[in-house]
């Protein structure tokens, strides 16, 4: 089985790489399930049910997200109809939406997909790695093909995760930073790691905002409005081919950049 994961999308230049470069690569890498964080595909910040209605007809199977998901209200509603946009599952019971899901390829074959949020230098939730051990007791026990996004700020903490879940899960891959990193390998009991996916959007930016905005950010210590950029518009993302077993065999960075 094939997984592509698409690292976070950002604003309309990263869903403009998606509806353009996905079907291509869905094609010439014969994937059986997309994946992707969509956290930060509405102007930037946070996403609204009509964008994740967008990326699911692009082809996209599941959304995954992160801190940013709660910047529009009326996510919230969407969020409890839904279990193809996931909100991190270590958020307490009561917030609305769902934190993992089981979805089935065209082919059949399940998968399932878990969404975490990290909390060294970022929110002060429930540990993942008790919620991620608790998930993993209620999914079926047949479930060979589990795909975990870590939505998390420190690399220490995604690598402790990775180690953590080997051999109990099929690929651990990061997300939140925006940029990709070069470390995926395959863990010693089969498990897919990569620290982080990057980014969808524009990459001439910081993260995928305006650089002159965040430098007179850095130079003034003043706010200024975010602005999303628009040049060089690039898809990045991890594929993952997964055996039968739900093992990892390999992992490949994709980085494609769209026509200007």
């Known amino acids: 089985m094939n997984i592509l994961f698409i690292g976070d999308i950002v604003g309309n230049p990263g869903r403009r790489a998606v ?5 291509r690569l869905v094609d010439q890498y014969f994937i059986d399930l997309v994946v ?11 996403i609204t049910p009509a964008v994740a209605d967008q990326l699911f007809s692009y082809g996209i199977d599941v959304l995954t997200s992160g801190n940013h998901i709660w910047k529009h209200k009326e996510i919230l509603p969407y969020l409890e109809e839904t279990d193809r946009l996931l909100r991190p599952a270590n958020y307490p019971p009561e917030t609305p939406g ?30 993942p790695f008790r919620t991620v051990d ?14 975990v996004d870590m939505h998390a700020e420190a690399t220490s903490e995604k690598q402790a995760l990775g180690w953590f879940l080997d051999g109990r899960v099929s690929a651990v891959v990061g997300t ?17 790691y990569l ?9 001439d930016s910081v993260i995928g905002m305006k650089r002159e905005i965040i430098l007179e950010r850095f130079w003034s210590q003043l ?5 999303v950029a628009s ?30």
């Open 19 to 23: 509806e353009e470069l996905l079907p």
């Open 36 to 46: 992707a964080n969509g956290e930060n595909a509405s102007g930037g910040i946070g």
């Open 98 to 127: 769902r934190g993992y899901a089981v979805v089935e390829t065209a082919a059949g074959e399940q998968v399932g997909v878990i969404n975490l949020e990290g909390r060294v230098f970022m929110n002060t939730i429930e540990c």
């Open 134 to 147: 608790r998930i993993l007791g209620l999914l079926p026990k047949e479930l060979k093909v589990i795909l």
């Open 176 to 192: 939140h930073t925006h940029v990709q990193t070069a470390d995926g390998r395959v863990l010693p009991g089969g498990t897919g």
């Open 195 to 203: 620290s982080d996916a990057g980014m969808t959007g524009p990459v």
């Open 223 to 227: 706010p200024q409005p975010f602005k």
């Open 231 to 260: 040049s060089n518009i690039q898809l990045q993302g991890v594929l993952f081919q997964i055996d039968p077993q739900g093992r990892c065999r390999e992992l490949h960075n994709l980085q494609r950049a769209i026509k200007s």
